[in-house]
């Protein structure tokens, strides 16, 4: 048998092992962050008391608790399905971007001890390994 025809090369399809990794890792935080928003969002509408008194410091009244928790609940819906992740990243990182003025704004504080950070980095890393993984699939 020549040599040269002892080897063979295996060439890895488009978007391989490295693309599957990618698509894996984003769908990984993807889910992370949904729990999450499925657990703030219920937490505002059951009405917990760390929320409601959250929401009376802010003073603007409890129909907000009702609306940031169907947003947080709609935001989790929409990123949970492949189709709509970017639309529910603006969504939510517009909340996040609320919460963290109305911590320093309103109540004073930074933002940097508050899920609200931790949740906004978790949300550019979904839509970022979204757009990584469709560049791979081109």
């Not at 080897?7 to 999450?36: F, H, I, K, M, N």
């Not at 003025?101 to 504080?109: D, S």
């Not at 930074?110 to 081109?138: H, Y």
């Amino acid at each position: 048998m020549p040599e040269d025809q002892a080897e063979v090369s295996v060439s890895s399809p488009p978007g391989g092992s490295a693309g599957r990794g990618w698509a894996q890792a984003a769908t990984v935080v993807r889910w992370v962050v949904v729990a999450v928003f499925v657990g703030a969002g219920s937490a505002k509408l059951l009405g917990m008391p760390s929320m409601v008194s959250l929401f009376q410091a802010v003073g603007v009244g409890q129909w907000l608790r009702y609306a940031v928790g169907i947003c947080e609940l709609t935001g989790a819906v929409l990123l949970a399905m492949r189709r709509t992740v970017l639309p529910a990243t603006f969504l939510l990182s517009g909340l996040l971007i609320g919460a963290a003025a109305t911590e320093m704004v309103v109540l004073r504080r930074l933002p940097l001890k508050s899920s609200a950070t931790l949740l906004g980095v978790l949300i550019v890393a979904v839509s970022s390994l979204r757009l990584r993984t469709r560049e791979d699939n081109r």
